[in-house]
């Protein structure tokens, strides 16, 4: 079955600094993956995704993502944090069967001024 | 023009009573979604519809029913509501004959009081 594993459930960086938000991934096949960003109240929106074209994936405000299939991973970075991105980030699979979706448990990013 | 909106997005009710979540999607998806986001924020599928036929019912009490009048809408009842339930639900779409990304709704943040 697909899943994915988001390493840390709390990141924290200094506004200007790199983000770095991890996640593993187990697929039994060639897996599409995804981040979804979900800002305190409010919905689910996708940042970027990854479907078997380039292992290098750019998504909306400067975030991006890259495929490493012999690490199994698709790590999100973005090279500058700005306040506005502070939110919960999710690490997605699509599954297989009866789960379309797999979650990861989600990584809240904190950016301090 | 919102693509995928619920209603309402707040709801606080008591205990034991009846309540229904409406969705709809005006991005001409044939499957739609529930899920449950947990106070830990972890998102767990609850039902999948696909041109209005039932094609994923997770493990969820009965008091949970689904209702797909047509491919654009999707609408959650919920019966003798309790304590337990409270939760932000969100609806999705998606086109499954793709297995791309689904696109979610604001969510309905459900208080059982």
């Known amino acids: 079955a697909q899943s994915v594993t988001q390493l840390d459930s709390h990141v924290s960086v200094s506004e200007g600094t790199p983000v770095l938000l991890r996640c593993n991934y187990s697929?039994?096949?060639?897996?599409?993956l995804f981040w979804y960003v979900q800002h305190p109240n409010k919905g689910l929106q996708l940042l970027l995704k990854?479907?078997?074209?380039?292992?290098l994936v750019k998504g909306i405000n400067g975030f991006e993502a890259e495929f490493k299939k012999s690490e199994t991973s698709f790590h999100l970075t973005k090279p500058s944090a700005h306040m506005s991105d502070a939110a919960e980030y999710f690490c997605?699979?699509?599954?297989?069967?009866?789960?379309?979706?797999?979650f990861g448990k989600g990584t809240r990013l904190s950016v301090i001024a | 023009d919102t693509a995928v909106s619920q209603t309402p997005k707040y709801l606080v009710t008591q205990m034991g009573n009846d309540k229904s979540i409406k969705c709809e999607q005006n991005?001409?998806?044939?499957?739609m979604y529930w899920y449950k986001q947990d106070s830990k924020k972890f998102l767990k599928i609850m039902f999948s519809?696909?041109?209005?036929?039932?094609?994923i019912n997770e493990t969820v009490p009965n008091r949970f029913s689904p209702k797909s009048p047509d491919k654009a809408h999707l609408n959650l009842h919920i019966n003798s509501l309790e304590l337990g339930d409270s939760a932000v639900y969100f609806c999705?779409?998606?086109?499954?004959?793709?297995?791309?990304?689904?696109?979610f709704g604001q969510g309905t943040r459900l208080t059982v009081v």
């Open positions: 999705a779409s998606s086109q499954v004959s793709s297995w791309t990304e689904a696109f």
């Open positions: 697929s039994s096949y060639s897996p599409s």
């Open positions: 990854y479907t078997s074209a380039a292992t």
């Open positions: 997605v699979v699509i599954g297989s069967g009866n789960t379309p979706l797999v």
């Open positions: 991005l001409g998806h044939d499957t």
């Open positions: 519809y696909n041109n209005k036929e039932l094609i």
